[in-house]
């Protein structure tokens, strides 16, 4: 099994990526702000994260950061974002993200960059 960090302000968004994955072989586990998020990464050392840019306390550009920073490289990050530009794209992979999805997305692009990340098992 394996475990994903979902952090999201937005509830919807959050359900939406629990709802998506919810037939795959994860634990899931969920944050609403920064603060929550890297607090569940450092306990819990998820092998996936999906990280809100634009969330409460730490921004999620932040928190990669942090988490890269506290030597995690062997955990994915996929950013989570609406801003689409390319200078966006190149802030959020030179913070130590893995990978960057722009919102609004559907849950077979999100599925897409599971499989990308982790490998195609985890959806069997």
């Keep these: 099994m394996r ?5 999201e302000d937005d ?9 998506t994955l919810s037939g795959g072989d994860f634990e899931i586990l969920t944050a609403a702000d920064g603060h929550e998020a890297l607090r569940l990464a450092r306990e819990h050392r998820p092998d ?4 809100d840019w634009q969330m409460p306390g730490p921004s999620g550009i932040e928190v990669c950061r942090a988490l890269r920073e506290d030597g995690n490289g062997d955990m994915a990050i996929v950013m ?3 801003r ?3 200078d966006d794209r190149r802030v959020g992979l030179a913070a130590g993200a893995d990978d960057y999805l722009v919102k ?21």
Excluded at 11 to 19: F, K, M, Q, T, W
Excluded at 48 to 51: E, I, P, S
Aim: charged content about 20%; glycine content about 8%.
């Design 48 to 51: 996936l994260v999906f990280l």
């Design 11 to 19: 509830l919807g968004s959050r359900r939406l990526i629990e709802l």
């Design 84 to 86: 689409d530009g390319a």
């Design 104 to 124: 609004p997305f559907s849950p077979l692009q999100l599925l897409d960059k599971v499989t990308a990340t982790l490998g195609p098992e985890v959806l069997t």
């Design 80 to 82: 989570l974002s609406g």
């Design 3 to 7: 475990r994903v960090l979902i952090a």
